[in-house]
Each structure stands twice: as C-alpha cells, then as structure tokens.
C-alpha cells in the first residue's frame, strides 16, 4: 500500500503561482512513477504531467507544457507540482497518484491522494 497526502492548494489570481506537494507512505517511493491529475466540477480527471520513479523522465500534457514542472525528492517520499502563470481554467481539484509506470490513464495508476483545491480567479 502507497499513502498519498496532497497539499499546497488555494486560491491564486490569475497569473500568479501555486506549489503542490504530495507526500507519500507506504512502500518503496522510487520504485513508482507519479501522476498529477485533475478534475474540475462536472468533468472528468485528467492527466496533468507524470513523472518517472526516478525522476529522469516526465511528461506533460499540452495544456501545461510551459507552465507546471514536476519534480520529485525521493529522498523525501515527495513529489511536487510547481504551477506558473496560472488560469481560471486550471482551478480544479488536483490529486497525486502513483502507478508502475508513467501513464496517462486514470485506471493505470493504482494509488490516489485525497485531492487539494486549486482556484485560480480572473
């Protein structure tokens, strides 16, 4: 079992930054790659950049590319979402989640987080 507590949410104007952290528990940190996704009222989730277990590898989707950078401390058992020049279609609730592999399917990955709220106003 892999424990996941996100943090770091809030409310942001636009333009402005947010860093999510994601902490983690359980088993072997590095032997998992970790998702960020999100989910915005009355859509589904989706992918937002995953990142390898050792961090050497990411991948972003088109939306962000630019603008969020993942990173990891495996020394930590943390992962983090650095979030730039942000816009009100980013606001959504954003949840970590650790997999195998880095994929961008949401039944890929086996762990989740509780979520954070990130509100970004115009």
């Known amino acids: 079992q892999v424990q996941l507590v996100e943090s770091g949410g809030g409310l942001v104007q636009a333009g402005g930054s947010l860093r999510l952290s994601c902490a983690a528990s359980g088993r072997t940190f590095s032997n998992y790659a970790m998702g960020w996704f999100r989910q915005a009222p009355g859509k589904e989730r989706e992918f937002v950049v995953g990142i390898s277990g050792s961090g050497g590898s990411s991948y972003y989707a088109d939306s962000v590319k630019g603008r969020f950078t993942i990173s990891r401390d495996n020394a930590k058992n943390t992962v983090y979402l650095q979030m730039n020049s942000l816009k009100p279609e980013d606001t959504a609730v954003y949840y970590c989640?650790?997999?195998?592999?880095?994929?961008?399917?949401?039944?890929?990955?086996?762990?989740w987080g509780q979520g954070t709220q990130v509100t970004v106003s115009s």
């Open positions: 989640a650790a997999s195998r592999g880095v994929f961008t399917i949401v039944t890929m990955y086996q762990y």
